[in-house]
């Protein structure tokens, strides 16, 4: 039994602390009748052979003395045709409603381009808004995906190729700001899977493995996005674990590999809170998080922002009284 352990089955202290926090933000648009705008595309990384969806969303800031509401949106996009294939365009209502709106859209899969306009029918235009959707673009490989053990990745950039706003009365609004996107489809030979880690926006850093019943096999981390892809050196079946400091481990028996065939794993999002490595969420993690309140104590800080702070302490009475490996 270590010295913490001792410590916090003999005594625990209530830990009272009380944040105050102030917040002021600011916004400026370009002058009266002129506001800010900007249209993004955001990234997406999708394996081989699956899908993935990528967005359009608007920005929009006005001069609260002169505001100019935005009551149409359009926007012209490129890609590499022979990368990628538009499989579905499907508008959102984060800009208009849904059942307020007048789309136009055209995709030409032959020549990588993609047409996306959106208006509202009556009621008042969109006036301040931070990277609403109007649009989800869904993604697929536009070519056979090679059965290969060496690493690859195809990216093709989306590009904003001509955007423009309007206000209710037919008046241009000029797009002030373009980000293009990336789309990727990497290969998805091996054992593939994405492993997130609860409270954080950075995924990396967790370790999986993948052993063979008998004998062993491989291991490694993730990515920012909490991505890994193992490539088996044999066919068989494995026992997949995936494990970070101050997390539940996760497990799954059973996972069947034959080389160019990927065996993909989903999704599992890791418990915070184990920051006793016990495999189990009790007193003793608290007790812990609450001796280090305020602190940069590393293993106390489970969200990884450089504090010891509520978000560890609510994380880890959230999930008190689990216990791992959780399943996969």
């Given at each position: 039994?270590?010295?913490?352990?001792?410590?916090?089955?003999?005594?625990?202290?209530l830990?009272?602390?009380v944040?105050?926090?102030a917040?002021l933000?600011?916004?400026s648009a370009?002058?009266?009748?002129?506001?800010d705008?900007?249209?993004?595309?955001?990234?997406?990384?999708?394996?081989?052979g699956?899908?993935?969806?990528?967005?359009?969303?608007?920005s929009?800031a006005?001069?609260p003395?002169a505001?100019?509401?935005?009551?149409?949106v359009?926007v012209?996009?490129?890609?590499?045709?022979?990368?990628?294939?538009?499989?579905?365009i499907v508008?959102e209502?984060?800009?208009?409603?849904?059942d307020?709106?007048?789309?136009?859209?055209?995709?030409?899969?032959?020549?990588?381009?993609?047409?996306?306009?959106?208006?509202?029918?009556?009621?008042?235009?969109?006036?301040?808004?931070?990277?609403?959707?109007?649009?989800?673009?869904?993604?697929?490989?536009?070519?056979?995906?090679?059965?290969?053990?060496?690493?690859?990745?195809?990216?093709?950039?989306?590009?904003?190729?001509?955007?423009?706003?309007?206000?209710?009365?037919g008046?241009?609004?000029?797009?002030?700001?373009?980000r293009?996107?990336e789309?990727?489809?990497?290969?998805?030979?091996g054992?593939?899977?994405t492993?997130?880690?609860q409270?954080?926006?950075?995924?990396?850093?967790t370790m999986?493995?993948?052993?063979?019943?008998n004998?062993?096999?491989?291991h490694?981390?993730?990515?920012?996005?909490?991505?890994f892809k193992?490539?088996?050196?044999?066919?068989g079946?494995y026992?997949?674990?995936?494990w970070?400091?101050?997390?539940?481990?996760?497990?799954?028996?059973?996972?069947?590999?034959?080389?160019g065939?990927?065996a993909?794993?989903?999704?599992i999002t890791?418990?915070?809170?184990?920051?006793?490595?016990?495999g189990?969420?009790?007193i003793?993690?608290?007790?812990y998080?609450?001796?280090?309140?305020?602190?940069?104590?590393l293993?106390?800080d489970i969200?990884?922002?450089?504090?010891?702070n509520?978000?560890?302490?609510t994380?880890?009475?959230?999930?008190?009284?689990?216990?791992?490996?959780i399943?996969?």
């Amino acid at each position: 039994m270590n010295r913490i352990t001792k410590m916090c089955r003999l005594l625990f202290s209530l830990v009272a602390v009380v944040v105050f926090f102030a917040a002021l933000t600011t916004a400026s648009a370009a002058g009266p009748g002129d506001p800010d705008t900007a249209v993004t595309i955001t990234d997406e990384w999708f394996w081989c052979g699956k899908t993935g969806t990528s967005q359009i969303l608007v920005s929009i800031a006005n001069d609260p003395g002169a505001p100019q509401p935005v009551h149409g949106v359009e926007v012209h996009l490129s890609f590499d045709a022979t990368k990628l294939k538009v499989v579905d365009i499907v508008a959102e209502g984060d800009l208009f409603p849904l059942d307020e709106q007048a789309v136009v859209q055209n995709v030409d899969n032959a020549a990588g381009t993609i047409l996306f306009a959106v208006s509202r029918k009556g009621g008042t235009g969109a006036q301040d808004v931070t990277d609403a959707a109007i649009a989800t673009i869904t993604w697929e490989s536009a070519f056979d995906c090679p059965v290969t053990t060496e690493p690859w990745e195809v990216c093709s950039e989306v590009s904003v190729v001509d955007a423009l706003m309007s206000d209710a009365d037919g008046y241009a609004i000029t797009v002030d700001e373009i980000r293009h996107g990336e789309v990727c489809d990497p290969a998805t030979e091996g054992i593939i899977g994405t492993v997130k880690l609860q409270g954080r926006y950075d995924h990396s850093g967790t370790m999986v493995s993948a052993l063979l019943e008998n004998p062993g096999c491989c291991h490694l981390s993730t990515d920012a996005e909490g991505r890994f892809k193992i490539v088996p050196k044999e066919t068989g079946t494995y026992r997949v674990t995936a494990w970070k400091q101050g997390y539940l481990r996760a497990r799954r028996t059973g996972v069947t590999y034959q080389p160019g065939q990927p065996a993909d794993m989903g999704t599992i999002t890791l418990l915070g809170g184990d920051v006793i490595p016990d495999g189990v969420i009790d007193i003793c993690d608290i007790t812990y998080i609450a001796s280090r309140f305020s602190g940069t104590d590393l293993l106390a800080d489970i969200t990884g922002d450089g504090q010891v702070n509520i978000l560890d302490l609510t994380m880890t009475a959230a999930n008190f009284g689990q216990s791992g490996p959780i399943p996969w």
